[in-house]
């Protein structure tokens, strides 16, 4: 099938030598992305589009590909046929695939062409709509508001009939607009920031402050790894992890209650500023928003940006919480945010929501920085790329590869993953895992219950999270 890309029509207004940096950048990516599932697919790039040719059997995973990538506004699958201007030939190939789409409907005809043609669009569309109404059954047409739109294009000799027309993520190609390093919790308000930065190609790392809990990490890497799946991968990041333990410890003998949530801030800031140095990264982002809590008052907002000389993004300041944890369930994050297992750090009883800039210079002074210097040099970094590696090499929870008899699998995927491969096993529950913390309580605790996803990552995650929560009969399955 062949795909026709449309470019982010911000791409398009560009000045000439940034728009066809940017045109390049997108073919790179997509050749990147698309290799990996077939080396035999096409992709050839044009001054205002880019066009992609596979195989029929590789089409679904394509869409997918298209869908997720930034720069693409939308894309149309197409059937192409080599042809004059000779308009019988083009009314008939048009009707071989959108004749039965008007039958009894309102419908238009929408035709698009470049070149030199003796005939005119306005032509076109006339012809090819009279030859529906000789040879099909519509109810009538309707320029303005029609049931159907039958489009096609005619490019010099070349007709391309348009049979679907999809919806692309939008934004600039990733890699086009430098890179930064994200403040990644794992709930919706990180997540979402991610993956607004990324959907405006940049290229998004992650630095994740473990206050103290293993499956917590496991949580934020695995949705870290799906973000940069779906809409960053082609593109190599990483992921960092400073443990904040001891950081969290020293607040605590240091630091005013009232103030304490706001110096966890200011902290994080500091660290990530200076892991971002050695990264080379001009940027960071956290997903802040005004007055959602206390710490992200305009003032306290003020207080904790004294704290790092970067630029720090915010891209949901002024977004209220619905309106973020919608973009999260379009973007699949929401089960992940839901799911993520809690870590209660830093909370004050009397948390100050309009803070001193004087009174803050004394707290910050009480605070031995030696411990955040301590932190920040037992930082880990790795690839992205091998967090499910990174993740099931630790084993947290054994992984077994059969099942012992008198053991129950639960198949922990999401609903429409259990039902497109489904797992070739006698017993196996399906409970997905953002209904497993509620669900496996009910369970027959007098039996053994292996977890399974795909990758190993959610199974480990929410394994580690029930041995946790008290629950010692589950394990993880991960078959050869």
């Known amino acids: 099938m062949r795909f026709i890309v449309k ?17 390049s950048q997108l073919n790179d990516n ?24 596979s195989d029929d ?13 930034p720069g693409i506004e939308q894309f149309l699958e197409v059937v192409q046929y080599e042809t004059g201007e000779n308009l019988d030939f083009i009314a008939e190939k048009v009707a071989e695939h959108s004749l039965e789409s008007v039958a009894g409907k309102s419908f238009v005809v929408r035709a698009k062409r470049t070149g030199a043609h003796e005939v005119t669009s306005f032509e076109l569309e006339r012809f090819v709509g009279a030859y529906f109404c000789q040879h099909g059954s ?24 348009i049979t679907q027309r999809r919806a692309g993520l939008g ?32 290229k998004t790392h992650f630095i994740f402050f473990n206050l103290g809990g293993a499956a917590h990490e496991m949580g934020v890497k695995q949705v870290a790894l799906y973000l940069w799946g779906c ?37 994080m800031l500091m660290a990530a500023e200076k892991i971002a140095d050695e990264m080379g990264i001009d940027a960071l982002v956290t997903g802040e928003s005004v007055a959602q809590v206390s710490s992200q008052t305009l003032r306290n907002l003020a207080i904790i940006d004294k704290a790092t000389s970067k630029l720090v993004l915010r891209p949901l300041v002024m977004m209220n919480k619905p309106e973020i944890v919608n973009i999260a369930n379009q973007i699949g994050t929401r089960h992940f945010a839901e799911s993520m297992p809690e870590y209660c750090g830093v909370i004050s009883k009397n948390p100050v929501i309009h803070a001193s800039f004087k009174r803050m210079e004394k707290e910050a002074k009480r605070f031995n920085m030696e411990v ?9 970094t790795i690839p992205v790329h091998t967090i499910i590696a990174d993740v099931n090499a630790a084993e947290a929870v054994e992984v077994l590869k059969e099942v012992p008899e008198g053991s129950v699998v639960i198949d922990i995927r999401r609903t429409d993953e259990q039902v497109s491969a489904p797992l070739a096993l006698g017993k196996v529950k399906t409970i997905p895992f953002y209904e497993l913390k509620q669900v496996f309580k009910t369970l027959d605790q007098k039996v053994e219950y292996l977890l399974y996803c795909e990758k190993g990552v959610m199974s480990q995650l929410h394994a580690q999270y029930l041995r946790d929560t008290g629950f010692k009969n589950v394990r993880v399955y991960r078959p050869e």
Not at 372 to 380: C, D, F, K, P, R
Request: charged fraction near 25%; proline fraction near 4%.
């Open 57 to 69: 059997q590789w089409n679904e995973a394509v869409r997918r590909v298209l869908s997720k990538t």
């Open 30 to 53: 997509l050749r990147t992305l698309l290799h990996r599932i077939d080396d035999q697919i096409m992709v050839k790039r044009f001054w205002d589009k880019i066009e992609v040719d």
């Open 171 to 202: 934004g600039f190609p990733m890699g086009t607009q430098g890179e930064l390093l994200s403040l990644m919790s794992g709930g919706f308000d990180s997540t979402v920031a991610s993956y607004l930065t990324m959907k405006r190609g940049v």
């Open 231 to 267: 809409f960053g991968s082609s593109h190599r990041v990483s992921f960092v992890t400073v443990p904040f333990e001891e950081v969290v410890a020293e607040i605590f003998r240091s630091t005013h209650e009232s103030y304490m949530g706001v110096t966890l801030k200011r902290l």
């Open 7 to 23: 470019l982010f029509p911000e791409i398009m207004i560009k000045g000439a030598p940034v728009k066809k940096k940017m045109i």
């Open 372 to 380: 955040l210097e301590t932190a920040i040099n037992q930082a880990v």
């Open 138 to 161: 519509p109810r009538k047409v309707d320029l303005h508001t029609p049931e159907v739109k039958v489009e096609f294009e005619l490019h010099q000799n070349t007709l391309n009939v």
